[in-house]
């Protein structure tokens, strides 16, 4: 559709159209989900984890189905998108059967999973790009082994970050949105056709708050927050500037990212540490602090859009 569209609107129309498509089409089936979704059990562990039970579960499906439909219908595709895209489906899949299940899926069932997706999504990647990256001003060219391993701990990180971050009611989606939107603006020239697919992940995203916003109606589920976490990584990579995830995502990283620390050490090597700091972080600051969920979610976003700013200093 896009080849026939751009005989008559310039890229931008095409774009904007396409993001007011897809906002509708996201509202619409959001407002009339699908029947089989999931509803959710509550988490006895997260603070105020009992105030979910009973919202639809798994809702990341309907908004990454959408977003590869408006993809299809309004971007220039080529085969290295292609793959990408249904890499996305099947992390999405793979996180909706874990949100349809009656008992939560072994974390090395999901690790597996997550491996075997991002060893194919990197290998996609060092096929169609080459391995050099940028650092600033400079120019490195990362040894393709070397780029293999970081390019697949990136994309774990990225992808358990992301679903740890989202346990605050429109949290993990205004997260993500800057993110993306910070990946659009700055490295526009570099990604091109995927700085359009993040602007239509943002319709996607902005329909889904709609719902989502406290006190929300439904969750994302690991659907929608392993599948973010996935296109995030994607699309670090796809700018050449890999590194500037750490400060683009840097609040989910440090909200998801000090769990996961704090857990590996304790299981691997048996060391406690953070022992009165409760993780997710967003869950220390509501039961320590007293923070509101409302107060934890635009803290968090005033925080990571002036690390937005920052990063752009730096490049």
């Not at 997550?114 to 990197?122: E, R």
């Not at 968090?300 to 200093?313: E, H, S």
Request: proline share 3%.
């Amino acid at each position: 559709m896009y080849s026939i569209l751009e005989h008559y609107l310039s890229t931008n129309h095409i774009l904007m159209i396409g993001m007011i498509v897809t906002f509708i089409l996201t509202f619409f089936l959001l407002e009339h989900p699908f029947s089989f979704l999931p509803s959710d059990q509550g988490r006895a562990f997260a603070v105020n984890g009992s105030l979910s039970k009973g919202k639809l579960r798994g809702v990341g499906f309907i908004f990454v189905l959408c977003f590869l439909i408006s993809s299809v219908l309004f971007l220039p595709i080529d085969v290295e998108y292609v793959i990408y895209a249904i890499l996305l489906f099947a992390m999405m899949i793979s996180g909706y059967l874990d949100d349809a299940s009656k008992t939560p899926w072994n974390e090395y069932k999901k690790g597996l999973i997550d491996l075997v997706i991002s060893v194919v999504a990197v290998l996609t990647y060092m096929n169609f790009n080459s391995t050099t990256i940028c650092f600033g001003a400079d120019e490195i060219v990362i040894p393709k082994a070397l780029f293999l391993i970081l390019g697949v701990i990136l994309i774990w990180v990225s992808v358990n970050v992301t679903n740890c971050t989202d346990g605050v009611d429109g949290l993990c989606a205004s997260l993500c949105s800057v993110t993306l939107l910070a990946f659009g603006v700055l490295f526009a020239p570099v990604l091109q056709k995927y700085a359009m697919a993040n602007f239509l992940f943002l319709s996607v995203l902005f329909a889904y708050l709609y719902f989502n916003s406290s006190p929300s109606s439904m969750l994302m589920g690991d659907a929608g927050s392993r599948a973010l976490g996935f296109y995030i990584a994607v699309i670090a990579l796809k700018s050449t500037h890999p590194f500037i995830y750490i400060l683009l995502a840097a609040v989910m990283i440090v909200d998801g990212g000090i769990g996961l620390v704090k857990i590996a050490l304790k299981r691997f090597l048996k060391i406690s540490i953070l022992k009165k700091t409760r993780t997710p972080l967003h869950d220390h600051v509501r039961k320590n602090l007293g923070w509101s969920d409302t107060q934890v979610v635009v803290r968090f976003l005033i925080l990571q859009t002036v690390l937005a700013a920052v990063a752009y200093c730096l490049i």
